[in-house]
Nanobody, 119 residues
């Protein structure tokens, strides 16, 4: 199973970016898809998550600005980031809890994509 993230970049404060992540490989189903981020010197933190049923969860710092969505048929998750702030600067990682073909739930990480917000 692989998670391929894309969509990072450099944007001015107040701007928008859209991150995408696609899961590929052999598996039974995807339970939860999420985005984490890690800024230099900080621990990795949860930004947003979405369950297979569509229940979402957001970090307080991004509520009202970010929106997570998923396409279950395409095994993709997106993160629409609006009203970006310099403090949103970080490496963003796609994360997923996946039910593999052998029946186990395993956690996978994407390679990370840099988001830089200039002031």
């Amino acid at each position: 199973v692989q998670l391929q993230a894309s969509g990072g970049g450099l944007v001015q404060a107040g701007g928008s970016l859209r991150l995408s992540c696609a899961a590929s490989g052999s598996f039974f189903s995807i339970n939860v898809m999420a985005w984490y981020r890690q800024a230099p010197g900080n621990q990795r933190e949860l930004v947003a998550s979405i369950t297979r049923g569509g229940t979402t969860n957001y970090a307080d710092s991004v509520k009202g600005r970010f929106a997570i969505s998923r396409d279950t048929a395409k095994n993709t998750v997106n993160l629409q980031m609006n009203s970006l702030k310099p403090e949103d600067t970080a490496v963003y990682y796609c994360n997923s809890n996946i039910r593999t073909a052998d029946g186990w739930n395993r956690e996978y990480w994407g390679q990370g994509t840099q988001v830089t917000v200039s002031s």
